[in-house]
């Protein structure tokens, strides 16, 4: 398989409408922090929405990775010869230890 026909493949696990409506709002919710901090803002506040920020980029993350396990779940299972699906695992697992 090519890398730009598996690139399509994840990506046809994403709903780009939805995530885009996501990540607009977590533009819209830094935006408002930097316009908290110019106001001088009570900063409990301020932690406050950039705890938001947070839950909400974890969040965006989460239904990626979820994407892409998704896809290599499936070619693991295609996948014949168990050193090619070991190597597919490791992968998964440095995937995982970074997105955490």
């Given at each position: 398989m090519k890398?730009?026909?598996?690139?399509r493949i994840e990506y046809?696990?994403?709903d780009f409408d939805d995530e885009g409506k996501r990540l607009n709002r977590i533009i819209g919710q830094v935006e408002g922090v930097r316009k908290?901090?110019?106001d001088q803002r009570k900063l409990e506040d301020v932690l406050i929405q950039c705890k938001a920020i947070h839950s909400a980029l974890k969040s965006v993350e989460s239904r990626i990775v979820?994407?892409?396990?998704e896809?290599?779940?499936d070619e693991i299972m295609?996948?014949?010869k168990r050193k090619?699906?070991?190597?597919?695992?490791a992968e998964l697992e440095e995937?995982?230890?970074?997105a955490s």
């Open positions: 890398k730009k026909e598996k690139r046809s696990h994403i908290m901090l110019e979820k994407a892409h396990l896809v290599a779940l295609s996948l014949e090619k699906r070991e190597e597919k695992i995937l995982y230890k970074q």
